[in-house]
């Protein structure tokens, strides 16, 4: 997401495909949605149609394609912090009531108080959650029309609500028509990049191969380090003794993904849990693993582990009041947080 907002496309092509080629593809397309409707949607609302026919697309690498046509043109585009602010601030505050009704807050652009009457109609996966947000879109549909707006569908599609949450779908599809409203925003337009499969074949899965031994891969292949300043303000700690369990029970913990559950499969290993460890029957697949798949991480120089497991710099790290001034404040936005709001988050 970060790579995303800095527009560095290198960096965040590189870790999309970290999560593709991990097996985590269905964590993945969730997560480029939800960055495209929480920062992307409001001056790019033509590009829903755009990446979702792409995904609907069949043939060999579509999947891979669709990953690069997503990152590039977010990276390409410009953006606002409206639907993800009013998605963390109504989450985790609550405002005063009773609130002004619906059609007060649309007349006198409380995005605040749309965003609270849209969060706390209920738990998500309810029935009448479903019929209260589809009445809130009906109200909205209904004053932007009376604006002179062209009536677009709100209700979000069922399939769309398999990647992100109704509720923030809802959110930008309605500031996506205060943007329209706003004529000294223009929305944003032009054409949209593709890429050839060629051009991606630097983010393939490296393999270990005679000459060039697994113990190398991690050096040669981690090309960019974690951001670790915005760790604590998305609350994302790390677990005590993490080098430890890095350098010495990593095939342990990276069994918890796709791609080397697979590779242990393969090989008809299988875990040990009261040791921590991957244990093999057989001596012959044991050893034809490890010459695949034997990173070292406990032989790696520091440089190596650090670039994959960078120190956490207290002083360095961001806030949400810095957050928003370094996206939000600079970009076209309509919603502006209050300070104590960013502060207390």
Known sequence: MVSILEKKNDAALFWAYELFYSGFENELFPLLWRIYFEFFATLNPAFEAYFWKKQQETG???LVLLVANMVNNLC???FNTDVFFLREISMNFEMEKPYPTLEECLSTNNYEAIAHHIVEVGKDDLPETVTKLQDIAKTAA???KEKGLKEKPFKPSEEMVKYVNAKVILVARIMQYFVQLNKDIKLVKGLYLSV???DLIMYD???ATSD???RKILDFACAYSPETTYLNMFHCNRIDNIMLYFRKKWLYYAEDSPIWRERILEYEGKLDHTTQEVVFDDDDKEEAF???YSLEP????LTVVEKIIPPIIADKSVTWPAFYNKFGAVSQSLYKPGQEELEAL
């Open 298 to 301: 406990d032989e790696q120089p």
């Open 196 to 198: 050839d499969i060629e």
């Open 76 to 78: 390409r585009r410009k």
């Open 290 to 292: 490890y010459n695949s």
């Open 60 to 62: 060999e690498n579509t």
């Open 212 to 214: 060039f031994p697994p």
């Open 142 to 144: 209904i004053y932007f």
């Open 205 to 207: 899965t490296v393999e």
